[in-house]
Each structure stands twice: as C-alpha cells, then as structure tokens.
C-alpha cells in the first residue's frame, strides 16, 4: 500500500525557516517524481514545486522561487521542502504527492495526509 | 501561466441525479488535464487523468470528456459519498495550475 506521511510543520514567524518532510512506503520511491501542492485555509489547491525521480530537475512556482527549496533522499525514501524567508500567505496544509508522468500524461495518483504551517507572529 | 476556469463554483443536486463540471483552459493543453475530488477533511484524490481516463478504483459513474480547450467532470448517478470539492488541473506547462474547485451538495 502506498502511504506518503508529512511531517515538520507547525508555528512560525515571519521570515524564518521551516523544512518539511514526506516519508514514502509501499513503492519504489526512487521510480517516481514527487511533488508538493499546498492549500490554504478555506481556499483552493496550489502547486508549490516538482522534482523529479532522480532529483536532478526541480519545478517552482514564481512566488516560493529563491525561498523554497525541493529535495529528496532516495536511500531514505523521503522528499523534503526547505522554506525560507517564510511569509504569512505561505500558511497552509501542504501535501506531498507523488506524481506519475509519461509523454502523455502527468498526474498527482498518490497524496498525503498534509501537515499544516502556520505564518505568525 | 494557463488559466484554468472551474464551474459552477457550488452545486447542489439530488440523489442519482447527472452531475456536470466544468473546467475551461485559457489555451490548448491536450490531454494534460486531471480531475481530483477532496472530500470534507480529507486530501485530495485523483479520479480522472489524460482527460478521459478513470483511475484505478474509482466507480464508473465518474467520467471524463473534452472538447476543444473545454474539460467536463461527469457523475451519472450522484451517490451521498459524492460530495466534497472537485478540482482540475493543467499539467501542459508550468505552473501547473488547478481550477477554483467546485463544491458538490446534496439537495
């Protein structure tokens, strides 16, 4: 079974840093691009970053590019997200996913359960 | 970025009714469009991906349609484990970009 679980979130203030982290069972983690999409409260899904199987490309949107870094450690089956300079519309569950991509599809088959970040002083 | 128009926002429909959703892309993206349902509480899931098809486990009153840039999510028999908050998503470019989501109620 697949399971994807997020962990590392929490309270912070404004400008400070966070890193988050999914820890991956059930498949080869090593096959697959992962991805992050957050949502904020009451509000709707949004991409954050991609990275693929192998980590050597890295997707961002603008508004966490320079600030949020994707990462992973295929020896421990686990993605990361390094957020830094952390501002309050960045408050949100974030949920790790794993994405299946092919030429013709690309899709998110897998999410987590999400953790939450909360942007506050 | 490639605009994803999501309607209705809201919907409430009766037990075994169709239901109907929309997503309008601002440009052509093939196939590259997936539908996602997030029931109260819960993540999201993936319901339809390349537009048309279903995914594993997912009941067969839920199908995908496509015409031109216009992308259709439709529930043939609606089911009270139905309800939630449905969304699309483009993944032709970057950013990928997911429609406003649509709320689905029973009447």
């Known amino acids: 079974e697949v399971q994807l679980v997020e962990s590392g979130g929490g309270l912070v203030q404004p400008g400070r840093s966070m890193k988050l982290s999914c820890a991956a069972s059930g498949f080869t983690f090593s096959n697959y691009g992962m991805a992050w999409v957050r949502q904020a409260p009451t509000k709707g899904l949004e991409w954050v970053a991609t990275?693929?199987?192998?980590?050597?490309?890295?997707y961002y949107r603008d508004s966490v590019k320079g600030r949020f870094t994707i990462s992973r450690d295929n020896a421990k089956s686990t993605l990361y997200l390094q957020m830094n300079s952390l501002r309050s519309e960045d408050t949100a569950t974030y949920y790790c996913t794993r994405d299946w991509y092919t030429t013709d599809y690309y899709y998110f088959d897998y999410w987590g359960q999400g953790v939450m970040v909360t942007v506050s002083s | 970025d490639i605009q994803m128009t999501q309607s209705p926002a809201s919907l409430s429909a009766s037990l075994e009714e169709i239901v109907t959703i929309t997503c309008q892309a601002s440009q052509d993206i093939g196939n590259w469009l997936s539908w996602y349902q997030q029931k109260p509480g819960k993540s999201p899931q993936l319901l339809i991906y390349g537009a048309t098809s279903l995914a594993d486990g997912v009941p067969s009153r839920f199908s995908g349609s496509r015409s031109g840039t216009q992308y259709s999510l439709k529930i043939s028999r609606l089911q009270v484990e139905d309800i939630g908050i449905y969304y699309c998503?483009?993944?032709?470019?970057?950013?990928?970009?997911f429609g406003s989501g649509t709320k689905l109620e029973i009447k």
């Open positions: 998503l483009q993944a032709y470019s970057a950013p990928l970009t």
């Open positions: 990275i693929s199987y192998d980590g050597s490309s890295t």
